[in-house]
């Protein structure tokens, strides 16, 4: 079942054109017309502190160093309709890895917020003024209405922004730009939005900030995170993302899934009610 499903999405990493990158910079899927690469903020690990609801016994079984593989990553869709940007980092090294795919930050025609942390928004400017130039950007309107920053940073954007209400999952969302719809997530932040990507019959759901710690969030999906701003919300939505993606065998993409950042959810027959992440390198 798996060979099927990775057969019929085509997976390749971007190694020719990294001179200074690491192998673990980017990653790219093909999604019918679409290629969505993984542009690497950071590829680092996480600790337990910042972990609600872990039982002693699963951090021992699942994390059992203490430490866990996390990132903090962009995806850059390439379209028939240009350069979609999808979170920004903080702004370090996504303008570097996106010039693996020969493209520039003026390139880039829209930006799509998942939600407006730091980490997701900082790289919206750079030295004050918009990192990307001729770009509109599209937050949700919950999450603009919540963040300071969000409202500051977008004020600059001369390209021009529009906040969005996201659909529901059960109608996989509303559609925002052409085969790309907004799902409601909410959760990790009040506005908290998934874009689910569809081409030719294809799928690809970037969920943003939906899980931090992979290593046991798969596992046992009810463990939220400190950053959660409603740690109750964030578990009930990642217990049906995660259920929905499972059984409809759509794959994902996350801002904090370590390289590749991109592979199938799938559930785990060993752990009841648990699933487990299959990287797309593998
Ligand atoms: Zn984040």
Redesign the pocket.
């Known amino acids: 079942m798996m060979f099927v499903i990775a057969l019929s999405f085509l997976f390749s990493t971007a190694y020719a054109s990294k001179l200074h990158a690491a192998a673990s910079d980017t990653f790219t899927a093909q999604v019918g017309d679409m290629s969505v690469t993984m542009l690497s903020e950071a590829q680092r690990e996480g600790g337990l502190d910042i972990l609600i609801g872990a039982a002693s016994e699963d951090i021992a079984e699942f994390i059992p160093t203490g430490l866990y593989p996390s990132a903090?990553a962009a995806y850059l869709i390439e379209s028939p309709d240009g350069a979609i940007l999808v979170d920004t980092g903080f702004g370090r090294e996504i303008e570097r890895n996106m010039g693996t795919r020969g493209l520039k930050p003026s390139d880039v025609k829209t930006v799509l917020i998942t939600h407006a942390?730091g980490?997701?928004i900082g790289g919206l400017l750079k030295d004050g003024a918009p990192a990307y130039p001729n770009a509109g950007v599209i937050i949700s309107k919950l999450d603009y209405d919540w963040s300071a920053q969000a409202r500051a940073y977008l004020s600059k954007y001369t390209g021009g922004f529009e906040t969005i209400t996201p659909g529901e999952l059960a109608a996989e969302g509303t559609e925002v730009l052409p085969g790309i719809r907004a799902i409601a997530a909410y959760g990790h932040t009040p506005g908290h939005t998934m874009f689910m990507l569809e081409s030719k019959g294809e799928k690809l759901l970037i969920w943003g900030?939906l899980t931090h710690a992979m290593a046991i969030q798969m596992p046992r999906p009810g463990v939220s995170v400190t950053?959660d701003s409603d740690p109750v919300a964030a578990a009930r939505t990642r217990l049906e993302v995660l259920k929905y993606v499972s059984e409809n065998k759509i794959p994902i993409a996350g801002?904090?899934v370590a390289f590749p950042g991109i592979g199938l959810v799938e559930p785990d027959g060993d752990n009841p009610g648990g699933y487990k992440f299959i990287p797309a390198d593998k």
């Open positions: 903090v942390h980490d997701h900030d950053y801002m904090h």
